[in-house]
């Protein structure tokens, strides 16, 4: 069965990503994919009013809590009940430039800061590969823990959860090339361990980003690994082959 997405960034093509550029974001439900995860944060504000009480989990090779200018940051934040085009477009001026106020590495340090009073629970999973979080003390777990736990994490008790994942997470460096370095078995049972917990009603929000730049093997190995776990949420996953005309 095709599953009808919603394209609320329509698609741009399998361009370069980076810090700031979005090619794509969509939606089915409360399940939200994207290619940059800058867009997280909007996404996570559609599904649930983050003032109030909800949980969080951090799937993700980085903790995107960059902090260096954090202050300036929050002068010059979007309105939170801003549409998508204002909340990417954004900026603030730095050095003669203008800036985006939201990147891939800055989202969850600003939420940290402007929501993080209303988490009741914080798990984070990353290598460590950036700056630590603005938060007090975080719940930290290891890899190998993740497969047969994430359905147990998930809670009732703690819900409504944000769970947000990077898709390289998965991946990490080997010599020259980047390599998936967890079995599609392991795969499986986090989209296993997802699947649980949306029949249960315990995820208020899904966001899955496939950061095809730099720490991933790019575009078709994370399509398809985004594919192979939204299957076990009964939704369809692919890119468009062409750019429909605007």
Same mark, same amino acid.
């Given at each position: 069965?095709?599953?009808?997405?919603?394209?609320?960034?329509?698609?741009?093509?399998?361009?370069?990503?980076?810090?700031?550029?979005?090619?794509?974001?969509?939606?089915?439900?409360?399940?939200?994919?994207?290619?940059? @995860?800058?867009? /997280? #944060?909007?996404?996570? %504000?559609? !599904?649930?009013?983050?003032?109030? $009480?909800?949980?969080?989990?951090? +799937? &993700?090779? @980085?903790?995107? /809590? #960059?902090?260096?200018? %954090?202050? !300036?940051?929050?002068?010059?934040? $979007?309105?939170?009940?801003?549409? +998508? &085009?204002?909340?990417?477009?954004?900026?603030?001026?730095?050095?003669?430039?203008?800036?985006?106020?939201?990147?891939?590495?800055?989202?969850?340090?600003?939420?940290?800061?402007?929501?993080?009073?209303?988490?009741?629970?914080?798990?984070?999973?990353?290598?460590?590969?950036?700056?630590?979080?603005?938060?007090?003390?975080?719940?930290?777990?290891?890899?190998?823990?993740?497969?047969?736990?994430?359905?147990?994490?998930?809670?009732?008790?703690?819900?409504?959860?944000?769970?947000?994942?990077?898709?390289?997470?998965?991946?990490?460096?080997?010599?020259?090339?980047?390599?998936?370095?967890?079995?599609?078995?392991?795969?499986?049972?986090?989209?296993?361990?997802?699947?649980?917990?949306?029949?249960?009603?315990?995820?208020?929000?899904?966001?899955?980003?496939?950061?095809?730049?730099?720490?991933?093997?790019?575009?078709?190995?994370?399509?398809?690994?985004?594919?192979?776990?939204?299957?076990?949420?009964?939704?369809?996953?692919?890119?468009?082959?062409?750019?429909?005309?605007?």
């Amino acid at each position: 069965m095709t599953t009808e997405w919603e394209w609320i960034v329509p698609f741009k093509g399998r361009n370069h990503s980076g810090s700031i550029e979005q090619n794509f974001l969509c939606r089915a439900g409360n399940v939200y994919v994207m290619d940059n @995860h800058r867009a /997280a #944060l909007w996404c996570w %504000l559609q !599904e649930l009013d983050l003032t109030a $009480p909800h949980s969080l989990i951090h +799937i &993700d090779r @980085h903790p995107d /809590a #960059l902090q260096s200018r %954090l202050d !300036e940051w929050l002068k010059h934040l $979007p309105s939170w009940t801003a549409g +998508i &085009d204002a909340y990417l477009g954004q900026t603030y001026r730095s050095d003669d430039f203008d800036c985006p106020v939201i990147r891939w590495d800055n989202y969850l340090s600003i939420y940290l800061r402007e929501f993080g009073d209303s988490l009741t629970t914080f798990r984070c999973l990353t290598h460590e590969d950036g700056d630590s979080l603005n938060f007090g003390h975080p719940m930290y777990s290891s890899p190998w823990e993740l497969p047969e736990n994430l359905s147990y994490w998930l809670a009732e008790r703690e819900a409504p959860w944000i769970v947000n994942i990077d898709l390289d997470y998965f991946y990490c460096q080997f010599e020259s090339d980047i390599r998936k370095m967890v079995s599609d078995e392991y795969i499986d049972a986090v989209a296993s361990g997802l699947k649980d917990a949306m029949d249960r009603g315990t995820i208020g929000v899904l966001t899955l980003c496939l950061t095809p730049d730099s720490f991933t093997p790019g575009w078709a190995a994370t399509e398809a690994l985004a594919a192979r776990i939204l299957e076990q949420l009964y939704l369809t996953f692919q890119l468009p082959d062409v750019i429909e005309p605007i």
